[in-house]
């Protein structure tokens, strides 16, 4: 079962865009929502994260939007650099159970300079 | 300065054999994960540990074990490769929830990974 489904799966978009990247959850237990990016040949480092109780958190050029009723929730990147281009994961766990994350499908961003 | 060390960084190897995968933190943390990583499936969690005397299955356990030899070092067995196994396997680590610093929760730190082939 894929609890959290992410897309879309691959992103073009030109330099000084805005990326937007959505994730919907199904377990309305979850109450930790990061964000991880991955260039190539790396491992995954978390970029941002939020929690249920606030509707968003900006940091820099990174702003993760969160609708508690939708189940539903997004990162904008704005002013998009081609060294932006790397893929993105949303996640989502409970805290209570010890943190285990829950993966989306993964989105291939691409800034074209 | 790589707090997250995983060798080896490639392997191919041949349907039936015994492979291991090993992930080594200097990060000083408790808790350890391996991941696969598969195009289209993100990531998802084999097996974990919040310490050396606690193991735990992760959604895709079936075909890996995993022994965690000392709080720094994890790794993760295939005891019999088959094709499908073909992935890219992450380690990862974690301090204990509510001790990550910064408002980032329990943050993951993540392996460079080993991509690993099974003819």
């Known amino acids: 079962q894929q609890q959290v489904k992410q897309s879309p799966q691959s992103l073009i978009v030109q330099k000084g865009g805005i990326s937007i990247i959505n994730c919907a959850y199904e377990n309305t237990a979850f109450d930790y929502f990061p964000w991880y990016q991955q260039f190539p040949g790396k491992g995954p480092a978390l970029l941002i994260a939020i929690r249920p109780d606030v509707s968003e958190k900006k940091e820099g050029r990174f702003t993760i939007s969160f609708n508690k009723s939708a189940k539903q929730f997004s990162l904008h990147i704005m002013d998009s650099q081609p060294g932006d281009s790397a893929t993105y994961f949303c996640?989502?766990?409970?805290?209570?159970?010890?943190?285990?994350?829950?993966f989306g499908q993964g989105t291939e961003l691409s800034v074209k300079p | 300065d790589a707090d997250v060390t995983q060798t080896p960084r490639n392997r191919i190897t041949k349907t039936g054999k015994r492979i291991m995968l090993e992930c080594s933190q200097t990060k000083g943390h408790d808790r350890m994960y391996w991941y696969r990583q598969d195009p289209g499936l993100g990531l998802r969690l084999i097996y974990y540990s919040f310490d050396v005397k606690d193991i735990n299955k992760g959604e895709i356990s079936d075909g890996y074990s995993v022994s965690r030899q000392a709080q720094a070092k994890f790794s993760l067995s295939l005891e019999s490769a088959i094709p499908n196994q073909t992935a890219l396997y992450f380690c990862a680590t974690s301090d204990r929830i509510g001790q990550g610093g910064g408002g980032r929760g329990n943050e993951q730190f993540f392996g460079p990974g080993t991509r690993l082939t099974v003819l």
């Open positions: 996640a989502a766990s409970k805290v209570g159970q010890g943190g285990k994350l829950i």
